[in-house]
Each structure stands twice: as C-alpha cells, then as structure tokens.
C-alpha cells in the first residue's frame, strides 16, 4: 500500500517562504515522477509542480513559476516544494500526488494521477 504524507504548511506573511515535504512509503519511490497539487476553498484542485523520477526535468504552473520550487531527494523517499515570495492566493491545502502507472516523465495531466496524500494547509495573510 503506497502512502504519501505532506508536511510544512502553516500560516505565514504575505513575501514569506514555507518548505513543504511529502515522505512516501511502501512503493519505489525513485522510480516514478511526483507532482504537487493545490485547492482553495469553492475551487477546483490545481496543479502547481512536477518533477521527474530523476529530479532532472521539473514544470511549474505559470502562477508559481519563479516562486516554487519543485525537488526530491530519493535516498530519503521525500518530495519537497519551496514556496517563496507567498502571496495570499497561494493559501490552499497542497496535496503531493504519484501517477498511479509508473511514469518516471514528468506528468503534467492531473486525471493521469492516482495517489494522494492527506494534503497540508497553507495559509498567507495579507
């Protein structure tokens, strides 16, 4: 049974920065590429970041490109996302998601992933 486990939300100031993990159990981590999702409150779940099972190839959403950073560290099973320069529209709860197949690519397609962790809330005040 795979399970990914976020951690690292919290609330913080408009400008600040917050490092998100997800630590993965129970299926070869390094070997499939991982993503970072968002959903804030009445709004469909978007996707923010992936990465490849390498950690060579990352994508970003435009709203976070130049913010986020998208970066894994196999020996470890663990995802991370530095978020800086947060501004309040980031304040949603952030999911780490794995394709259901083993797709080492990065994967742009949210219905193409399967499984999900519990998700961490992140809060930006103005």
């Known amino acids: 049974q795979v399970q990914l486990v976020e951690s690292g939300g919290g609330l913080v100031q408009a400008g600040g920065s917050l490092r998100l993990s997800c630590a993965a159990s129970?299926?070869?981590?390094?070997?499939?590429?991982m993503g970072w999702f968002r959903q804030a409150p009445g709004k469909e779940r978007e996707y923010v970041a992936g990465?490849?099972?390498?950690?060579?190839?990352?994508y970003y959403a435009d709203s976070v490109k130049g913010r986020f950073t998208i970066s894994r560290v196999n020996a470890k099973n663990t995802l991370y996302l530095q978020m800086n320069s947060l501004k309040p529209e980031d304040t949603a709860v952030y999911y780490c998601?794995?394709?259901?197949?083993?797709?080492?690519?990065?994967?742009?397609?949210?219905?193409?992933?399967?499984?999900w962790g519990p998700g961490t809330q992140v809060t930006v005040s103005s």
């Open positions: 998601a794995a394709p259901s197949t083993g797709i080492g690519s990065v994967v742009r397609v949210k219905s193409l992933y399967g499984l």
């Open positions: 129970g299926r070869t981590f390094s070997t499939y590429a």
């Open positions: 990465i490849d099972w390498s950690g060579g190839s990352t």
